[in-house]
């Protein structure tokens, strides 16, 4: 099972940027949403599609249906530049997408 | 909140084995409903899922990887540790231990170590 994302991705300062991961029949499984920025760890941004974990901020959201799963950023700040993974389990089995450069400038 | 930590050997010869552990602190590896994970991450490249053992024992390994890894746990330490065997150049990486919580009966990555580089090099 494979996830597919765009490798690059690039919005202006507050506007809205989203990130797609595509899957077949992805929205029949939950999407997990991840920001990794250089030398970090990977941080929880949304899960089961549209939840956001305490601290996240409000600009991030997600959602799924179909064979796709989207995160969007609204008024994405120059903080957001980061890569993003989108995650998802198929049957007992962990995959990841791989990844999207979010270029804010 | 639960903290991970990596440690082990950050430098290992081509067909050796990588071994690694990471001790978990602010909760119990023998905890039910968690999962213990290794990622992995080479230079410059997404994120690959190598596998997890869960509180008790029982293991799932990424099919591409599953005839040279070893995932296991240790109560007693509250620790768990990885062996891949057979190493090349391309299992060099940043490797991450992860723990998965259950938030509505899914599975949720929710913890993550910092990383730990490993080198194949002779």
């Known amino acids: 099972y494979d996830l597919a994302q765009p490798p690059s991705v690039s919005v202006s300062p507050g506007q809205t940027a989203s990130i797609t991961c595509t899957g077949h029949?992805?929205?029949?499984?939950?999407v997990s949403w991840f920001q990794q920025k250089p030398g970090q760890s990977p941080v929880l941004v949304t899960y089961?599609?549209?939840k956001r974990p305490s601290g996240i901020p409000e600009r991030f959201s997600g959602s799924n249906s179909g064979n796709t799963g989207t995160l969007t950023i609204s008024g994405a700040q120059p903080m957001d530049e980061a890569d993003y993974y989108c995650?998802?389990?198929?049957?007992?089995?962990?995959?990841f997408g791989g990844g999207t450069k979010l270029t804010v400038l | 909140q639960v903290q991970l930590q990596e440690s082990g050997s950050r430098l290992v010869k081509p067909s050796q084995t990588l071994s690694l552990t990471c001790a978990v602190s602010g909760g119990s590896i023998s905890t039910g409903g968690h999962s213990w994970n290794w990622i992995r991450q080479p230079p410059g490249k997404g994120l690959e899922w190598i596998g997890y053992?869960?509180?008790?024992?029982?293991?799932f390994y990424n099919p591409s990887l599953e005839s040279r890894v070893t995932i296991s746990i240790d109560r007693s330490k509250n620790q768990f540790s990885l062996n891949l065997t057979s190493v090349t150049a391309a299992d060099t990486g940043v490797y991450f231990c992860?723990?998965?919580?259950?938030?509505?009966?899914?599975?949720?990555?929710?913890?993550w170590g910092q990383g730990i580089l490993v080198t194949v090099s002779s």
């Open positions: 992860a723990s998965t919580g259950v938030y509505g009966g899914n599975s949720v990555f929710d913890n």
């Open positions: 995650q998802a389990w198929d049957n007992s089995v962990v995959i």
């Open positions: 053992v869960y509180h008790n024992g029982g293991t």
């Open positions: 089961q599609d549209s």
């Open positions: 029949k992805l929205g029949d499984k939950y």
